[in-house]
């Protein structure tokens, strides 16, 4: 599963902040979370599934075969969460036999016939009515629901709102509309018949295998999946979509998208086939299902979820032509859940504590994936961010493999994605990539079809390569935290050496670490590797010329904090030098802290985009930078030329930024560029040049505004906008996604509505915010309540005691 993006950093900080809460109830802290006990194993799932659209129900008749899993047994406990349970019975050569059952609206415990021993397998029928929007579960932080099947507009009350249903199961929410054994250490193959009205078309794991007209104009689909699979990857999708179809090798590929995405479908998920070939030959192991689809759901209670063949992802996914090409915003989370086909879904965690073997690997699949496509810097890139949302997140008492927490959901979590993620590009390079991938080979071959844990893939890493890692298990999947490193250098002309002192300053335990440190001299350099293994560790290289740079942790990848002691000189010589993304960002890190703006500015000519953007955004906080010729004669050169958009726009707006008229032909020229970001940028510039012309264009541009472009527009219309255009502005507001970007929004929503006489107007306004307000997942409410209520407040404060009171009775 892939986070609600646009909350990822709340969504971090807010699970952080509960774990730090002395007030909160820690009694958790002594519960060990295990694995599920395996009584009964499920065997195979047949569904034969109604929908009922105008309560939100589901009809099911359901064929669950089973065996005792060891020990023989006369019952079967199954999940069953808030359903109406109708019959449950033996099923056995056509005829059903009536069964004793008990029922509590969470477990249906059946009393079997008779005691069944391991491997003798027995099926039971149940017909039963799924309610889930009658289910109250808490959700997650990056999963904001619990009901597991979701109707979407069923009624279709909600105008320019398409009818949907979609299922999401994770973390064990699908046994709200099938009774099964809700765990992931259960697999079972599966047949799901879904009778929906003729005018959709449906989607589930497996193949489709046939598809039956009925008289009443509905229709019955067959899905069959033949190769087992956890329950909570089962999936069902409903709505009108199209398709449009790929392939790889044979297999088909087929993106499921509202009618008016169906032109840029491919723009959006057309890399899926080539990640499919990529993925399947750097594990050495062919996609191992029947096919793949993808699915884009309205409001959708996560990012993306990996249901087996079957994906589905947040609306977020959806982008047209223009924001393409700003680049593909939804590509990560496209690799992420593939990748999860086999990391997850192939060999699945056996419990929620271990979910590392799943979201581990699919975040580290987004830095391979884009090394892959994007080269070497790009890869680096995102590491590097990655990384930094790690240690942004403060989890540095949480161990990777948990087993302890408070709920199930809480283990989505910056420690298990990006910290994980980290952990197995470490020991990538550690190893070297073919030890590496040949140990994943291993494991996903040994545990195929079934699960994993993290000592299964410590023993298939030793085994392929013949050391001993328990070390490297017990630091960072077992331990907490990361080195805290103060780096320091002690320079000895005399004695021709010098002593490199590293001291690992972090409460948690000391680790041990291979480190490979370069030593410069000019161009060339001299590696050597050393183990941090005390908490000071001294090491000491000899040198016939002083080096002009001893560059440590030289590929870039511990994962620690740092405090590097190196000299501006040396920075000078790590940017010259040191060939890698991360080196390079380091040395204009600290021209830029120390306003080295010479230095700084060579960053703009750097032969990756990632970098020269970090340049200008590094440059437009420095003002003297900004009345430099040279640096500004270069910026109007980027802001032209540079192959990349987002680059190309920073430079824009810097030049915008500037009110210098001789800009105003870059301007003139970008605002009908096909990038919104670009466009964005130039009617800033424009509208700071022209402020009785910016209304006029801001008002012309809104039609197709999307990102920075309708970012630009919105804040032109919001300043000089007038009681005409309320309509229009409400509107831009309403249709903001939700997230941390609309919080700002609101600042200047709230900013036009007190220039406003009509009060019928304001009201409607403050409606609006409100209800943004309240749509908030409850998790996040203490953050964001705090700065929408004090823009309300301005509201109020311009508009006196009526629409004070007003805003009071807005709860
Ligand atoms: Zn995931």
């Known amino acids: 599963m892939k986070k609600y993006l646009l909350f990822l950093s709340l969504v971090i900080s807010t699970a952080m902040l509960a774990q730090n809460n002395p007030e909160s109830d820690t009694s958790w802290k002594h519960i060990y979370r295990a694995e599920a006990t395996k009584i009964n194993d499920l065997v195979d799932t047949k569904l034969d599934v109604k929908f009922d659209y105008s309560k939100s129900y589901m009809y099911g008749k359901e064929w669950l075969t089973v065996h005792p899993h060891f020990y023989p047994t006369d019952s079967l406990t199954l999940d069953a969460k808030g359903m109406n349970i109708n019959e449950v019975a033996l099923y056995s050569n056509g005829k059903k036999t009536p069964l004793k059952y008990d029922y509590d609206s969470m477990f249906l415990r059946i009393t079997l016939n008779k005691t069944y021993k391991a491997n003798e397998n027995y099926t039971v029928y149940i017909d039963y009515v799924s309610k889930p929007d009658e289910w109250k579960e808490r959700g997650s932080a990056a999963i904001t629901g619990a009901k597991g099947l979701y109707f979407i507009n069923p009624r279709g009350e909600e105008k320019d709102k398409p009818t949907e249903i979609w299922t999401q199961g994770e973390t ?37 295998i046939t598809q039956k007209k009925n008289a009443d104009d509905t229709r019955t689909d067959t899905w069959k999946m033949d190769l087992p699979h956890s329950p909570y990857l089962f999936f069902m999708g409903v709505g009108e979509y199209s398709i449009i179809k790929d392939s790889y090798k044979g297999k088909d590929v087929a993106y499921y998208v509202e009618k008016q995405y169906a032109p840029v479908a491919r723009g959006i998920f057309g890399h899926t086939p080539e990640m499919i070939k990529f993925y399947s030959e750097t594990l050495g192991i062919d996609f191992p299902w029947p096919k793949y689809d993808q699915i884009v759901g309205r409001d959708y209670v996560s990012g993306a979820m990996e249901n087996t ?43 929620w504590s271990n979910i590392t073997v799943n979201e581990s ?40 493999v948990r087993f302890h927490y408070a709920d199930k959901e809480d283990v989505f979590d910056a420690v298990s994605y990006p910290k994980g993620g980290r952990i197995l590009n470490m020991l990538r390079h550690y190893l070297g990539n073919d030890a590496f991938y040949a140990s994943l080979h291993k494991y996903l071959t ?15 890493f030793e085994a392929v390569t013949g050391q001993d890692l328990n070390w490297y298990w017990n630091e960072w999947y077992y331990g907490t935290g990361e080195p805290v490193l103060d780096i320091s250098y002690v320079y000895d002309d005399a004695a021709h050496n010098v002593k490199v002192i590293v001291q690992q300053k972090q409460k948690q335990q000391i680790f041990k670490m291979p480190v490979n440190i370069d030593i410069y001299n000019g161009a060339n350099k001299t590696r050597h590797q050393v183990w941090m293994q005390n908490p000071v560790d001294t090491f000491t290289f000899g040198y016939t010329t002083k080096p002009d740079l001893i560059n440590f942790d030289a590929d870039k990848v511990l994962l620690c904090r740092k405090t590097d002691h190196k000299t501006a000189d040396n920075f000078k ?215 929408i209520n004090a823009a309300l407040q301005k509201v109020a404060d311009a508009k006196g005691a009526d629409m004070q009171a007003y805003i009071n009775n807005s709860k």
């Open 446 to 460: 040994d545990n195929k079809f079934k699960n994993g844990e993290a000592q299964q893939l410590r023993l298939a």
């Open 309 to 351: 063949t079957a994906t589905l992802h947040a609306d977020n996914a959806y982008q047209n032509a223009r924001q393409l090409k700003d680049g593909n915003d939804w590509e990560d989370v496209i690799a992420h859940e593939l990748f999860h086909q086999w990391f997850g879904d192939l060999v699945t965690t056996e419990s």
């Open 172 to 208: 064990e929410h699908n046994s709200v509309w099938m009774p099964t054994i809700d765990k992931p250490n259960q697999k079972t193959t599966e047949q799901i018949s879904m009778t929906v009205p003729d005018k959709y078309v449906t989607l589930s794991n497996g193949l489709l």
């Open 573 to 787: 010589a790590q940017w010259k030098y040191a060939p890698l993304y991360v080196d390079r960002r380091e040395a204009l890190q600290y021209f830029a802290d120390n306003k080295m703006v010479d230095d700084l500015s060579l960053g703009l000519n750097d032969k990756y985009y990632g970098i020269r953007s970090f340049t200008l955004d590094e440059l437009r906080d420095i003002p003297e930078a900004l009345t430099n010729t040279d640096i500004l004669k270069t910026i109007e050169r980027i802001a032209q030329n540079d192959e990349h958009n987002r680059t190309k726009s920073r430079a824009i707006a810097i030049l915008a930024e500037t009110k210098d008229a001789k800009y105003k032909y870059i301007f003139d020229k970008s605002i009908n560029d096909s990038s919104y970001t670009v466009a964005g940028a130039a009617l800033e510039g424009l509208g700071n040049l022209d402020s009785a012309n910016a209304y006029t264009l801001a008002k012309k541009y809104s039609a197709d505004a999307k990102g920075d472009l309708a970012d630009a527009v919105n804040e032109i219309m919001i300043a000089h906008g007038s009681e005409d255009d309320y309509d229009m502005i409400a509107k831009a507001y309403d249709e903001l996604p939700l997230g941390q970007s609309k919080i700002q929004s609101t600042m200047s929503f709230c900013d036009y509505l007190s220039k406003l006489n009509d009060i019928q107007k304001i009201k409607e306004g403050v409606d609006k915010i409100v209800a943004f307000r309240n749509s908030i997942p409850q998790q996040y409410r203490k953050f964001t309540d705090a700065p």
């Open 361 to 400: 690997f699919a975040d580290f699949s987004e830095t391979i994936w884009n090394e892959h496509e994007y080269g070497q810097d790009k890869g680096d890139e995102k590491n590097y961010d990655d990384m930094q949302t790690y240690l942004n997140s403060n989890s540095d008492n949480l161990p990777l």
